[in-house]
């Protein structure tokens, strides 16, 4: 699942599943050119974790990776992995 909204990776975490994967862009420049480079630098680089259950955060600066399930009691984005 690709989104902006913030929500679908918190409420992913928070069910404590292993599936399905979300990419969460959190990008300055939205448009579609730009969030498409970003969406092939995460899939080549992140493809087996994607397969296998994952958050992924994506801003200009970095990726930032959660495996899935989070069984942290925190919940997405209060660790990194």
């Given amino acids: 699942m690709l ?3 913030l929500d679908f990776g918190e409420l992913l975490a928070l069910s404590r ?5 979300v990419i969460v862009f959190r990008l300055k420049d939205m448009r579609p050119e ?7 630098h995460v899939l080549a680089s992140l493809a087996t974790a994607l397969d ?9 600066r970095r990726c930032h990776l959660h495996h899935l399930p989070i069984e ?8 990194a992995q």
């Fill in 34 to 40: 730009n969030v498409q480079r970003y969406l092939t």
């Fill in 17 to 21: 599943a292993g599936l399905p994967s």
């Fill in 3 to 5: 989104t902006s909204d």
């Fill in 52 to 60: 296998r259950g994952a958050i992924v955060s994506v801003t200009e």
């Fill in 72 to 79: 942290h009691a925190g919940g997405f984005g209060s660790t």
